[in-house]
């Protein structure tokens, strides 16, 4: 098939749009066009034809999911869901995460990390952080090590959230340890965890009572 026409996006760097014969159109890159040896006038064949096609659909697939984890981190089974769902073959979302993760930019154990830390720092516990990273599509091997760097031990992090949410209570009745149970469980704390915090809580003021005059 005749290339009838190249022309050089006026919004895109290093994109261009080619305009065959019959009327089709095709987005390429610099990669194609070198690559292909591409010019107006340059009789494709058939089988080059649809080699072209697909080098552009990979190309197209690497810079939209560049765009894509630009604008959030995420784990490589999101990326390659979120590129699918756009129109991607599962082909080419694969080989553009292999790109993305061999240039640096797509790194699930630093994700793991990340994530982890931020749920970590807003005092969420383990039981939601790891539905978190599997919801967030992140392996398991990695899940332990996250945990670990996060650096914060649980039993500090829960001492701090029962000591804010009833500081202000000068004797805690069950209603009251009850509601921050709730509070805590909803944040992914075992109850043995969360019992052995309302414990030390409850023994502190027992504590602090006793050397009242």
């Known amino acids: 098939m005749i290339l009838s026409a190249v022309t050089p996006s006026q919004k895109v760097q290093g994109q261009w749009l080619l305009t065959f014969e019959d009327g089709s159109k095709l ?20 089988a080059a034809l649809e080699q072209l096609r697909d080098a552009a659909g990979a190309s197209r ?23 699918v769902e756009k129109g991607e073959t599962p082909e080419h979302a694969a080989a553009a995460c292999d790109e993305l993760e061999r240039l640096g930019y797509l790194d699930d154990k630093l994700y793991a990390q990340q994530l982890t830390q931020y749920y970590v720092n807003r005092g969420y516990g ?8 599997y919801r967030q599509g992140v ?60 414990r030390r809580y409850t023994d502190n003021l027992d504590d602090w009572g006793e050397q009242e005059p």
């Open 27 to 46: 987005k390429v890159t610099d990669r194609e066009m070198v690559d292909f040896s591409l010019y107006a006038g340059l009789d494709v064949p058939e």
């Open 61 to 83: 697939a690497r810079r939209r999911a560049a765009n894509i984890l630009s604008a959030r981190p995420m784990s490589r089974q999101m990326l390659e869901r979120r590129l």
């Open 126 to 133: 383990p039981r939601k952080i790891r539905d978190t990273l």
């Open 139 to 198: 392996p398991r091997e990695f899940w332990d090590e996250a945990m670990e760097d996060a650096g914060e031990d649980s039993a500090d992090a829960l001492d701090r959230f029962v000591a804010a949410r009833l500081g202000r209570v000068e004797r805690p009745d069950r209603k009251d340890l009850k509601r921050v149970s709730d509070a805590l469980a909803r944040r992914g704390y075992a109850w043995s965890d969360i019992s052995a915090a309302l």
